[in-house]
């Protein structure tokens, strides 16, 4: 099974602030990589998909990058929106696993 | 506009059954890949099972024998049977899917089930 190695598991940021949250696979998943967005009590909303695709919608300040094993997600200008749990998903091969998440905090 | 619409969820004993329904509008089952994405509380995501279009079925460890995915093509809709319930199965369960890149661009609102004597 693929397992995927997110990090940090939180960090503390301000508005405006440069933000990058890593995903790390076990072995290659090709680009078959997602990113989600959770706010509390809420189902979680995808923002990117193929590594590297903004899901429509989504603002321009997500972006996402990497292949293979190693995924980046970056939000270029922090805004109040934002804070809340971010997730990978690997759907290269199954079963599919998530990332153990980070909470960005104020 | 898709709609994934999940119910069943409630209070069960350990040991016990229960099924869950994924009703959707908007949004054809059978054309594409479904899943089941879990919360327990306080927790991270957690995936639980896919059915592919083609029929594929696949399962996380943690629920393998014990849960069975399904759908019924003619009422649109998706099934979690779930049997030997335990404790640990207590979760808010989604049911998702997507047309991207095995991405789920689409989620219900949830059900919450609670395993406990």
């Known amino acids: 099974d693929i397992q995927m190695t997110q990090s940090p598991s939180s960090l503390s940021a301000s508005v405006g602030d440069r933000v990058t949250i890593t995903c790390r696979a076990s072995?290659?998943?090709?680009?078959?990589l997602s990113w989600y967005q959770q706010k509390p009590g809420k189902a979680p909303k995808l923002l990117i998909y193929?590594?590297?695709t903004l899901q429509s919608g989504v603002p321009s300040r997500f972006s996402g990058s990497g292949s293979g094993t190693d995924f980046t997600l970056t939000i270029s200008s922090l805004q109040p929106e934002d804070f809340a749990s971010y997730y990978c998903l690997q759907s290269y091969g199954a079963p599919w696993t998530f990332g153990q998440g980070t909470n960005v905090e104020i | 506009e898709v709609q994934l619409v999940e119910t069943g969820g409630g209070l069960i004993q350990p040991g016990g059954s229960l099924r869950l329904s994924c009703a959707a509008s908007?949004?054809?089952?059978?054309?594409?890949?479904m899943n089941w994405v879990r919360q327990a509380p306080g927790k991270g995501l957690e995936w639980v099972s896919v059915v592919y279009s083609g029929g594929s079925t696949y399962y996380a460890d943690s629920v393998k024998g014990r849960f069975t995915i399904s759908r019924d093509n003619s009422k649109n809709t998706l099934f979690l049977q779930m049997n030997s319930l335990r404790a640990e199965d207590t979760a808010v369960y989604y049911c998702?899917?997507?047309?991207?890149?095995?991405?789920?661009?689409?989620w219900g609102q949830g059900t919450l089930v609670t395993v406990s004597s």
């Open positions: 908007g949004f054809v089952v059978s054309s594409n890949y």
């Open positions: 998702a899917s997507g047309t991207a890149y095995y991405s789920l661009a689409y």
């Open positions: 072995q290659s998943v090709s680009d078959y």
């Open positions: 193929a590594a590297s």
